[in-house]
C-alpha cells in the first residue's frame, strides 16, 4: 500500500509571494490532517479536513488556508508569504478514530 | 488547552544503558501516539497507546500510558547507535481520535554513543 506522499518536496520563495502544497492520502484514508513544523515552535497543528469539510484548525492567521477534494486529496495554501513561514510542512492521513501516518513533508523555505 | 511535556529534551546515553523518556499532559485523553523522526525525515509511528494501562514493546522500546496521571513513558532497553533519533509524544485533543488533531510534545532528542 503506498504511503502518503506530498508534494513539491523543497519550494524557495520570496515574501509576498504565495505556494500551494499537495498531499495525497493513504488509499482509503479520508482525514487528512496538516502540521508546521519548526525549530522554534516544534510540531504545530494547522487544520484538518475529512469528507471535504474543514474539521478542526489550528490558531494560525488567515493566510494559511485548505481544502480537500472528493478524492481526498488535499492542498493547502499560505498567501502573503513572510519569513517566520519557513518550515516543514507535513501532512498525515487517517481512518477516523485511528493513527496518522505522516507524509515525507514539503520544506518550504522563504528569503 | 491541552498542554503536552516531554523531558528530557535531550538524553546523551551509551550503548548498552537503559533510559526513560516521560511525557505528561495537561487534559484527559485515552489516545496517545509516539512518534520517531531522523535528522531531515519525516515522523515514523512507534505506538499507539489505546485505553489506560496500555503497554506495547518493539524492540528495545517499550512504551506505557497511565490516563490517570495523564502519563506515558517510553523506556529504552540496552540502547544501540541506531535508537538515536527524536521522539515525540503526541496527544489526541479529544480523546476520541475524531479530531485529526494532535497535539505533540517538544520532542526528545536521544543521542546514543558507542
Known amino acids: 500500500k503506498a504511503g502518503v506522499t506530498q508534494t513539491p518536496r523543497y519550494l524557495i520563495k520570496t515574501r509576498g509571494q504565495q505556494v500551494t502544497l499537495s498531499c495525497s492520502p493513504i488509499?482509503?484514508?479520508?482525514?487528512v490532517s496538516w502540521y508546521q513544523q519548526t525549530p522554534g515552535q516544534g510540531l504545530q497543528f494547522l487544520f484538518e479536513?475529512?469528507?471535504?469539510?474543514?474539521?478542526n484548525k489550528g490558531n494560525f492567521p488567515g493566510r494559511f488556508s485548505g481544502r480537500q477534494f472528493s478524492n481526498s486529496r488535499s492542498e493547502m495554501n499560505v498567501s502573503t508569504l513572510e519569513l517566520g513561514d519557513s518550515a516543514l510542512y507535513l501532512c498525515?492521513?487517517?481512518?477516523?478514530?485511528?493513527?496518522?501516518?505522516f507524509g515525507p513533508g514539503t520544506r518550504l523555505t522563504v528569503l | 488547552e491541552l498542554k503536552v511535556e516531554q523531558n528530557p529534551l535531550f538524553l546523551s546515553m551509551q550503548e548498552g544503558k537503559n533510559y526513560t523518556i516521560y511525557c505528561n499532559y495537561s487534559?484527559?485523553?485515552?489516545?496517545l501516539y509516539w512518534y520517531r523522526q531522523d535528522p531531515g525525515k519525516s515522523l515514523e509511528s512507534l505506538f499507539v497507546?489505546?485505553?489506560?494501562?496500555a503497554v506495547k514493546q518493539e524492540g528495545r522500546l517499550m512504551a506505557s500510558l497511565d490516563t490517570k496521571a495523564r502519563l506515558s513513558t517510553l523506556h529504552i532497553t540496552a540502547a544501540v547507535h541506531d535508537l538515536s533519533a527524536t521522539y515525540f509524544c503526541?496527544?489526541?485533543?479529544?480523546?476520541?481520535?475524531?479530531?485529526?488533531?494532535?497535539?505533540f510534545g517538544q520532542g526528545t532528542t536521544l543521542q546514543v554513543k558507542p
Open positions: 498525515a492521513s487517517s481512518l477516523q478514530g485511528y493513527e496518522q501516518f
Open positions: 488509499s482509503g484514508h479520508r482525514s
Open positions: 479536513y475529512f469528507s471535504e469539510t474543514q474539521r
Open positions: 487534559t484527559t485523553s485515552d489516545r
Open positions: 497507546l489505546l485505553s489506560n494501562g
Open positions: 503526541a496527544v489526541d485533543t479529544d480523546g476520541s481520535g475524531n479530531t485529526g488533531k494532535l497535539i
